[in-house]
């Protein structure tokens, strides 16, 4: 058997990859087969840590927060983001998965606090962890946190999973002429404008060195290709 081409790997799920077909919330069905991906790459031994967005159930800058004063309505996205995260943790648990989540704010009744050597700890021990409230901090993102967190504990790529299978040319939605990129540098990103993670985020994944994989986590499979090298998604690199 051919072996994964990563060792430890961060791993970006937003908010709206738990919700499915649904308006806002948690899909069962779609945690469930989001779940069985991640075990299927965790047998083969590799290291899993998790951001999860909030977005399925609170964004700062949604039209629902209108009115409301941004670093509060940011903190209620953060706390969106711990829901997802024991949701997420509960499903493993039911699939025989051991996880922990971390938060990057107190809540320590809920959840054990972001501790950086205890995440490696956790993660040399085989456990899955979910880093939970993002960065801790209001006016960041989700995207951030996973650069910020990846970057912390040396994982080898960012794993941005998405609704579409890399990063385009045009929208594939509205151009039938749209092509995917395989690999594409942060440069030429940056020059042709694709919008591949929010700037912060982007800038800090380059500035480390930290290649990010846009993949689709609709298509079956996906990840376990991205995870052992295959052509899969779009590569960005230095
Ligand atoms: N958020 C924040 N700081 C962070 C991460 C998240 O304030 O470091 C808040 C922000 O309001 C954001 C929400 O949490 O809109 C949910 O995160 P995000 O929008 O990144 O979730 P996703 O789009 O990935 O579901």
């Known amino acids: 058997m051919t072996k994964p081409a990563y060792k430890r790997v961060l791993l970006k799920l937003s908010g709206e990859a738990l919700m499915g077909d649904d308006a806002y919330g948690i899909n069962r069905s779609t945690i469930e087969r989001m779940v069985a991906d991640v075990a299927e790459v965790a047998k083969l031994g590799v290291e899993l840590a998790i951001v ?3 977005g399925n159930i609170f964004r700062g800058v949604a039209p629902g927060a209108q009115g409301m004063d941004r670093a509060t309505a940011d903190y209620m996205g953060m706390l969106a983001t711990v829901m997802n995260s024991l949701a997420l943790a509960d499903a493993m648990r039911q699939a025989g998965l051991t996880s922990r989540v971390m938060s990057a704010i107190a809540i320590e009744q809920v959840v054990e606090p972001y501790v950086r050597p205890k995440a490696l700890q956790y993660l040399e021990e085989g456990k899955i962890v979910i880093f939970a409230a993002g960065t801790g901090n209001p006016f960041f993102t989700t995207d951030t946190a996973a650069a910020l967190r990846g970057s912390e504990i040396g994982a080898e790529i960012v794993l941005k999973a998405t609704k579409v299978d890399g990063v385009y040319s045009a929208d594939p939605n509205k151009d039938r002429n749209a092509t995917r990129y395989a690999t594409i540098s942060f440069d030429e990103a940056i020059a042709k404008h694709l ?10 994944c380059r500035d480390q060195k930290l290649p990010i994989k846009v993949f689709s986590i609709v298509k079956p499979g996906a990840l376990k290709n991205v995870i052992m090298g295959d052509d899969e998604g779009t590569l960005v690199h230095v």
């Open 52 to 54: 999860i967005g909030g």
């Open 195 to 204: 919008q591949v993670m929010d700037a912060t985020a982007f800038a800090l």
